[in-house]
């Protein structure tokens, strides 16, 4: 696994939680995903578009406002800080990345959220 990612869990709706993933130095992390039960994969907010880097980062319409993206160049590492969580960002988070070296792409293998009603 390239892509480590950590920070799920279970919480009541209203409450937060930050979700973390590291990745070596030849990757660079670049988004969040997210898969829902009997969903498709869906972006929640990243840092390009394409392979073009944002001036900000973009947030998918149903997290704007309540989640926030972060990277840590230092340590390469990547941030989700997720606020007034609702039922529906129930989900298994992935996060996502590039090769620093080439245009392979890379995932975390996944951590479940659970937001209780």
């Known amino acids: 696994v390239q892509l480590q990612a950590s920070g799920g869990g279970l919480v009541q709706a209203g409450g937060s939680l930050r979700l973390a993933c590291a990745a070596p130095r030849s990757i660079e992390p670049i988004a969040w995903y997210r898969q829902a039960p009997g969903k498709q994969r869906e972006l929640v907010a990243t840092f390009y578009s394409g392979i073009l880097p944002l001036d900000r980062p973009n947030y998918a319409p149903p997290v704007k406002g309540r989640f926030t993206i972060s990277r840590d160049n230092a340590e390469n590492t990547m941030a989700l800080q997720m606020n007034s969580l609702k039922p529906e960002d129930t989900a298994v988070y992935y996060c996502?990345?590039?090769?620093?070296?080439?245009?392979?792409?890379?995932w975390g293998q996944g951590t479940l959220v659970t937001v209780s009603s």
């Open positions: 996502h990345g590039r090769s620093r070296r080439s245009n392979d792409v890379y």
